[in-house]
């Protein structure tokens, strides 16, 4: 196994990011819930049950998603793959519980919500994959610098 060594500026930088992925992820978990129960409240929604569940589940998001995204820039593929179920699930399980915490909805309804969740979901995905393409590039750009500097 290889193992790649970081600059302790590169090493603070991930920190720093994480850390605002962490809040930005939380801050919006409070957000959905407050919409989330706007519309949902005449299907017996439970506001309480559902923002303790997205806060549990945006702490391990938070956690991971980072880890998956340094995991694979780095090529660590099997770990990437791992904190990638792990992201997923804890993004997915406060969806599952609008559906199972609520009484009948309407089809319409339904639809907006597998919607809203689909988007989410496409976007949470384009952004991993932006991210771990600026880093692959932020990488080849750092060895290319030293490689020019070597052969000076």
Known sequence: MVVI???????RKRQALSRMWAAFVIGWSLIRTVIIWAALA????NPWIY????LVCSVIDAF????????????????AILWGVVS??????PDIYIFVGTRTLPTRVIVILCVVIG????????SVVRKIRAGRAAIAAGEATMTAHNHA
């Open 5 to 11: 060594e970081h600059s302790a500026e590169t090493l």
């Open 42 to 45: 005449d299907y017996g929604f």
């Open 51 to 54: 923002v303790s569940i997205d």
């Open 64 to 79: 991971t998603t980072p880890r998956m995204v340094l995991s694979f820039i780095d090529n660590r593929y099997k770990s």
């Open 88 to 93: 997923l699930v804890a993004f997915v399980i």
């Open 119 to 126: 988007s989410m979901l496409s976007m949470a995905v384009f």
